[in-house]
């Protein structure tokens, strides 16, 4: 596959998918080069950045991902506690957003007129 089609299919910038590479994320036996050096991306390629978006999504980080994948394996224990931590972590932000909303509302509830200057009271 041409990294146009590789970059259509997953709706990913090209510039995106060269990045990757750089970043290890796109481990080498995805991609080949021909006589003229183009690159070539094996059809399981589909497969694999799916996966890394979805992870970006969900919150890990590139460094993250990165280290997976030069991990190269997992035992289902370790998979397990890597997507548990990745969850514990969404529920403390979410328990934060919460509280910030709150906060919030609890600043809409007492109001205060912003008219002599922010959080001065009239």
Known sequence: MKISEVAKTLNLPISTIRYYEKMGIV??????????????????????????KTLLAVGFSIG????MIERNGFTKEEHTR??????EEIEEAQRK??????????????DIS????FG???
């Open 27 to 52: 481990p080498e036996h995805y991609v080949t080069r021909d006589e003229k050096n183009y690159r070539h991306y094996d059809e399981t390629i589909i497969h694999h950045l799916q996966v890394v």
């Open 120 to 122: 001065q009271l009239d």
């Open 97 to 110: 957003l919460e509280q910030s909303k709150q906060y919030l509302y609890d600043i809409l509830a007492s």
């Open 82 to 87: 890597i997507l548990q931590a990745k969850i």
């Open 114 to 117: 912003c008219e002599k200057g």
């Open 64 to 67: 993250e991902v990165r280290s």
